[in-house]
């Protein structure tokens, strides 16, 4: 069982900064991608930013050169520092881990957090 738990989200005025944490627990050897999807409302899914095991990492085009993602040297946990904030990165954010190394062996699917709400608002 692999449990996902966020922290950080809130409420920031435009142009401001915010960091969100996601920490994973259970039986896990690694996990190869730990990432944050957002959703906003009436809006699908989107992937924010993903960072692999290996130090690769992969941003969506309206965070590119504002967000930056990175992981502690164990690979259970995951952050994201949210600069220069917009309006339109309002949404709840969700961390996921994908690719989960196990006592048991490799987990397949993905596991998400319960979500952490980021509003940009003035």
């Known amino acids: 069982q692999v449990q996902l738990v966020e922290s950080g989200g809130g409420l920031v005025q435009p142009g401001g900064s915010l960091r969100v944490s996601c920490t994973a627990s259970?039986?896990?050897?690694?996990?190869?991608?730990m990432g944050w999807y957002r959703q906003a409302p009436g809006k699908e899914r989107e992937l924010v930013a993903a960072?692999?095991?290996?130090?690769?990492?992969n941003y969506a085009d309206s965070v590119m050169g504002r967000f930056t993602i990175s992981r502690d040297g164990a690979d259970k946990s995951v952050y994201m520092q949210m600069n220069s904030l917009k309006p339109e990165d309002t949404a709840v954010y969700y961390c996921?881990?994908?690719?989960?190394?196990?006592?048991?062996?490799?987990?397949?699917?993905?596991?998400w957090g319960q979500g952490t709400q980021v509003t940009v608002s003035s």
């Open positions: 960072h692999t095991r290996i130090g690769t990492t």
């Open positions: 259970g039986s896990i050897i690694g996990i190869n991608v």
């Open positions: 996921y881990a994908a690719g989960v190394n196990s006592p048991d062996g490799y987990l397949t699917g993905a596991y």
